[in-house]
């Protein structure tokens, strides 16, 4: 007995060694990180040197480099404001904005400098915070020493990007002078054109109305003012006696917000309200029908719209989008007719008209 239990100790030890010697489940495959839209501001040849190493650092990483070279000789220069780069963000349709300053190098001071520091900022667009490190010295004038300090400033780049493409949040939100509000959301407004083709639905035309529209705005990155035009063709309503021939066309004024969900795609949403003008005109069809005379309705117009658009790639500042709205139009024409001495049941428009467009957006790049 005395055997069998040792050896069935012997069995339980080796098959505990089994179970410790089987690897462990792989790990669920990470989700891929999104792809970033990164302005690097250059202004030297210092500037150039670490975005080359940069590139070379986060070639692994989904990133799309614009660069921004304003051509300007950083000796002596004070470094960018944030302001500067809300602006280029907003023009770029950047998730972060990159530039470096070393001004002391070549500056005209009573004593020259001989070293200075490389500082790199890094403005990150969704959360508005800005990330300061100084990665290291120059020797002015220097060509062959500064080797490390550009691989340090790539470096410390690269791991912001990457916390940034994770949906981390870098540096800090910088504090506008004395107290008061940031002005870089005002800076960063642009003008910007929207033109597209939209169909409406009114209630009585059996297919819609199909039409233009214009919108012509200024803005920044979340919130702009529009003022729009739009028109929809003349559509038949044809029945057994009469043809009405329907169309509308509004001036409108109006607000809008915008929201990346990164990458190239965004949601907007707009509250317009102007006024319209509605043209009917029937057309009798049988002997014996008299039809009312044409006419010409104006009302308020108020219209609540959500967008979903997408930055077209390779184009900057050019987007498409799509469209719904709701035209609430409380003034509508009253479509009646007389057959003989009797007259037909009235007819109405819908005060409430759908609307869907399709658009191409231009802003300055």
């Excluded at 509605?278 to 959500?306: C, H, K, N």
């Excluded at 967008?307 to 709205?325: C, E, K, N, T, W």
Aim: with cysteine; net charge neutral; glycine share 10%.
């Amino acid at each position: 007995m005395g055997l069998a239990v040792g050896i069935s100790l012997a069995g339980l030890a080796a098959a505990v060694m089994a179970l410790d010697l089987d690897p462990p489940p792989p790990a669920p495959p990470a989700s891929p990180a999104q792809t970033l839209r990164v302005v690097v501001r250059t202004v030297d040849e210092t500037d150039q040197k670490v975005l080359a190493r940069l590139r070379g650092h986060a070639s692994d990483l989904s990133i799309t480099f614009v660069v921004d070279a304003d051509g300007r000789p950083s000796a002596g220069v004070e470094p960018p404001a944030f302001t500067d780069a809300d602006a280029l963000a907003a023009s770029a349709r950047a998730d972060a904005v990159v530039w470096f300053s070393h001004a002391r190098c070549g500056a005209t001071t009573a004593t020259t400098a001989t070293t200075d520091d490389l500082i790199v900022h890094i403005a990150q667009t969704k959360s508005r915070s800005v990330l300061v490190r100084a990665v290291g010295r120059l020797s002015c004038g220097a060509t062959g020493e500064e080797s490390a300090t550009f691989e340090a400033a790539a470096i410390v780049v690269r791991t912001a990007l990457l916390a940034v493409s994770e949906g981390g949040t870098i540096g800090i939100v910088p504090a506008a002078p004395g107290g008061a509000p940031s002005t870089a959301a005002l800076v960063a407004w642009q003008p910007r054109l929207v033109v597209g083709g939209l169909w409406a639905l009114d209630g009585l035309s059996p297919h819609g109305a199909p039409g233009l529209q214009a919108r012509l705005g200024w803005g920044g990155e979340h919130l702009a003012i529009e003022a729009g035009i739009l028109a929809t063709l003349p559509t038949d309503v044809v029945d057994q006696y009469t043809i009405v021939t329907l169309s509308r066309a509004a001036l409108t004024l109006g607000g809008a917000a915008r929201q990346s969900l990164g990458g190239r795609w965004f949601v907007g949403a707009a509250l317009h309200a102007g006024v319209v003008l509605q043209a009917r005109s029937t057309t009798p069809r049988q002997p014996g029908v008299t039809a009312d005379p044409a006419s010409r309705l104006a009302s308020v117009m108020v219209s609540p719209e959500g967008r979903l658009g997408l930055a077209i790639p390779g184009v900057p500042g050019l987007s498409a989008s799509l469209a719904l709205a709701a035209d609430y139009i409380p003034h509508i024409p009253v479509i009646s007719y007389k057959r003989g001495d009797l007259p037909e049941n009235p007819r109405r428009p819908w005060v409430l008209q759908p609307r869907a467009s399709i658009n191409i957006e231009l802003s300055s790049p």
